[in-house]
């Protein structure tokens, strides 16, 4: 039993250098508040990539909507937004605890993602993300109305926080971020043999008359997408309200939205990994500008860096990456080391 | 009440028309969602706001000037990108020139250096400036990564992203809020309402421009190639039409609309780095609304929002906040019962 998990281990992770570096990179999460005791600004690093595990969890989210099953979603921030308000009004008017409300509000963030499919499935391509992108702002629209229940610009503040401690938000977000993204990256595992999921969203991708032809009801598998990708989303935005404890308007920005997509895009669409590396770069680096003296430019630097790495790596940075350390098999379609010059189970020459 | 509202609507809806028919050709040309089409609207109301601060104004030429432009506008990106029969090393070229133009002309504005422009200049130059832009920036990102639609996507946004920090970072402009002079000044009173002379000829420009656009497309060899293009671009390229060319022009063309509408506005707007994100999501919904690719449909769509966004307004309390919302709402509830849009063309499946 041991050694075949050991055996499944050095197989299916240690050789793959794409798996190994992305298990010694949550390894170094893990033990960055241990290594970072001595600097000053720990605290302000520890909260930098707490969110940054949160948004992590957000960007996954919208490539797994968006990037596997190919329905392009402007009004991603919808789903983070309601688990944000949801949680935030059931913690401070009912007076509910965290352990309910973060739960409640995913719950929410589903609801949202089911409410957003009935008009949106009906739309294809374009017409698909323009009307995602009217669902926030509607929400936006009402809670901007009806100031006294909402709090209007100011959100709802005051809200019950994770922990006084930092170190101990921190890891809630990371062990809730490792596990959504390991949840994500196994339903949508094309070759995965436990669940479908993965290889038919990436068959109503490519081609959804065909996907349906084999028999697949494609309407239920993308509201499904909605569904998960919603449910996350809303642990990401309720867990977020809860940190920072507030639940403002920008939750549902416009601006959220896109970023997500810039998140993603930015590290490689339809790959888990992408998202993820597309955050810690991106995020922490809009950070350091922010406190940087070049203050103002953040946002010139910041779009001037997103299109010039697009143009070089169109495919985003996080393929771009794996396609230089990985190279499949051309006949048993096992992914080798770059260095290999057969492969490792069939002995077929990589080229 | 009433004829208040027949007002508002007419010029706001006219304004939208302008957008969203301008964004519409792009989507249908070249298949990409122009996140910046908005920001050269914002652009073309900043050069006013700068050209007019420095000159006197003159009402009569200022009207004249504006519906010159406007109706020449379709004409000059014709002549100006048609004429240009580009070979490949001439376009490197021609981006180079641009990007100098550009600097040159960004400059300009911005520090004041062109303190001796004419208004008839400033208009032209704004619109063209707005022109050259987007072809250059069209030229230099967007055709090296077509394949990649979400990437595209991508680049517009952070286009527009761009835009707006370097309207933020000039410190003339910066965080305050600044208000263009209005062309001319007066009114009348129309059925009781008082128009003011602004809005009339924001209505009228905006007809004729419309007018314009669609004897473009439709009597004009220009209009076939455009129209050939949208609807099958491999065939009309085999067909012998220049489909990069057209691509240009079209670009030119929409963000020349996007142009006008910006600078016919801008005296009646605050302007401020962020302007172009209300209408950008009007203009957005306005196309679902019309339908894709349809121009007519553009045009009902953005009266509709209009007359929408206006009656809120007017009617409920806090109408302020709620008239995007109940804008976006019209157009959720229009596709659920009609997908494509009221005017919608179902685009084939792109062809592998």
Redesign the interface.
């Known amino acids: 039993m041991f050694r075949r998990l050991l055996k499944d281990f050095q197989g299916d992770v240690v050789a793959i250098p794409g798996r190994l570096i992305a298990l010694i990179f949550f390894l170094l999460l893990f033990l960055f508040p241990l290594y970072t005791q001595p600097i000053a600004i720990q605290p302000f690093l520890l909260r930098v990539l707490t969110f940054a595990n949160l948004f992590v969890i957000f960007a996954v989210s919208w490539d797994f909507i968006s990037g596997y099953t190919g329905q392009i979603n402007f009004g991603h921030a919808l789903f983070f937004g309601v688990a944000a308000y949801t949680s935030a009004l059931l913690n401070r008017d009912l007076g509910w605890q965290l352990w309910a409300t973060i739960p409640i509000g995913a719950l929410a963030g589903v609801l949202a993602g089911v409410l957003m499919c009935l008009p949106a499935l009906r739309l294809r391509g374009p017409y698909l993300s323009l009307v995602t992108l009217a669902f926030p702002l509607i929400l936006l629209g009402v809670i901007f109305a009806f100031t006294d229940f909402t709090g209007g610009e100011l959100g709802i503040s005051g809200l019950d926080r994770i922990s006084e401690s930092k170190t101990v938000c921190f890891y809630a977000s990371l062990v809730v971020m490792i596990a959504s993204v390991f949840i994500m990256w196994k339903l949508t595992d094309a070759k995965s043999s436990l669940v479908r999921t993965g290889i038919i969203f990436h068959a109503i991708r490519e081609d959804e008359i065909a996907a349906r032809a084999s028999g697949i009801n494609t309407v239920r598998y993308k509201i499904l997408a909605f569904a998960v990708g919603g449910f996350f989303a809303g642990i990401a935005g309720a867990m977020y309200a809860h940190i920072l404890r507030i639940a403002g308007p920008f939750t549902l920005d416009v601006a959220l939205s896109f970023q997500a997509i810039i998140w993603v895009v930015f590290g490689g669409i339809v790959s888990i990994y992408g998202p993820v590396l597309g955050v810690y770069i991106l995020y922490p680096l809009m950070e350091f500008l922010k406190t940087g003296e070049i203050y103002e430019w953040r946002f010139l630097i910041f779009a001037a860096i997103v299109i010039l790495m697009l143009l070089y790596m169109p495919e985003g940075i996080g393929v771009w990456i794996r396609d230089k350390i990985e190279r499949q098999c051309p006949r048993c379609k096992l992914s080798n080391v770059w260095w290999r010059r057969t492969c490792r189970a069939c002995d077929t020459p990589l080229y | 009440m009433i004829e208040g509202i027949i007002v508002n609507t007419l010029v706001k809806g006219g304004v939208y028309a302008l957008l969203a028919i301008g964004f519409s050709l792009i ?1 249908g040309v070249a298949r990409m ?1 122009n996140l910046a089409h908005t920001a050269f609207y914002m652009l073309a109301a900043y050069a006013l706001y700068t050209c007019s601060l420095l000159l006197g104004l003159n009402p009569v030429s200022a009207i004249v000037v504006a519906l010159v432009v406007a109706s020449l506008m379709s004409v000059g990106t014709y002549s100006l990108f048609v004429l240009l029969r580009v070979p490949s090393i001439v376009s490197i070229i021609l981006s180079a020139v641009i990007a100098v133009l550009l600097v040159w002309f960004g400059t300009g504005f911005i520090l004041g250096m062109g303190a001796d422009v004419s208004l008839t200049k400033a208009i032209i130059l704004s619109a063209v400036f707005a022109m050259f832009i987007t072809g250059g920036a069209y030229k230099l ?1 967007i055709d ?2 077509r ?2 639609h ?2 595209v ?3 517009t ?3 527009a ?2 835009f ?3 309207i ?2 000039v410190p003339a402009f910066g965080g305050h809020y600044l208000g263009a002079p209005a062309f001319v000044t007066g009114y009348w009173h129309i059925i009781g309402v008082k128009v003011s002379f602004q809005h009339i000829l924001t209505f009228v420009a905006v007809l004729l421009v419309l007018v314009g656009v669609w004897a473009l497309l439709s009597k004009t060899r220009l209009g076939i190639a455009i129209r050939a293009t949208a609807q099958d671009t491999e065939v009309a390229n085999l067909m012998g039409i220049d489909v990069s060319r057209i691509l240009l022009i079209v670009m030119g063309l929409a963000s020349g609309l996007a142009a006008i509408a910006g600078v016919l506005v801008a005296p009646t707007l605050v302007l401020e780095p962020h302007m172009w ?1 209300p209408p950008f ?1 009007m203009m ?2 306005i ?2 609304l019309g339908g ?1 690719g349809s121009i007519k449909g553009s045009f009902v769509g953005a009266f509709i929002l209009a007359l929408t966004e206006v009656l809120v307004v007017y009617l409920l309390p ?1 109408g302020a ?6 804008a ?2 019209v ?2 509830g229009v ?2 019962f009609r ?3 009221l005017f919608g063309v179902v ?1 084939e ?1 792109e062809r592998l």
Do not use: S
């Open positions: 989507f969602l990102f090296r990564i394949e990649h979400v990437t996507l991508l680049v946004l952070a286009l992203m761009v707006q920090e370097y933020l970072l994100m999501i957005m919904a196309i679902v894709l806090t906040f709620l008239k995007g919302a109940f976006l709402a157009m959720v596709l659920v997908p494509e849009g685009f499946e």
